[in-house]
């Protein structure tokens, strides 16, 4: 039985800051890429952020400079920091194991609002 719970997500200001974060049960966690995506009302499912198990980092163009991902193996758990937000960050964010179709969470609302 494989658990992805999100947690972070809230309301900010432009310009704010946020992290979530994704703590995973039922696997082990270490060995696993792990991934951020996001999803705005109209909008399809989107590419966050994505770290490998040995730390290798990628991230959406968009995001680039703003966001951070990382993990930490001991907490099976995968963060997102959030910096310099913009409204057209708004949207539902989820936390993504493995490649492929992976397991999802059950997602975060992150509102960037004044």
């Known amino acids: 039985q494989v658990q992805l719970v999100e947690s972070g997500g809230g309301l900010v200001q432009p310009g704010g800051s946020l992290r979530l974060s994704c703590t995973v049960s039922?696997?082990?966690?270490?060995?696993?890429?792990m991934g951020w995506y996001r999803q705005a009302p109209g909008n399809e499912r989107e590419f966050v952020a994505a770290?490998?198990?040995?730390?290798?980092?990628n991230y959406a163009d968009s995001v680039k400079g703003r966001f951070t991902i990382s993990r930490d193996n001991a907490k099976n758990t995968v963060y997102l920091q959030m910096n310099s937000l913009k409204p057209e960050d708004t949207a539902v964010y989820y936390c993504?194991?493995?490649?492929?179709?992976?397991?999802w969470g059950q997602g975060t609302q992150v509102t960037v609002s004044s």
């Open positions: 039922g696997r082990i966690f270490s060995i696993y890429t």
């Open positions: 770290i490998t198990s040995g730390g290798t980092t």
């Open positions: 993504k194991l493995g490649r492929g179709s992976g397991n």
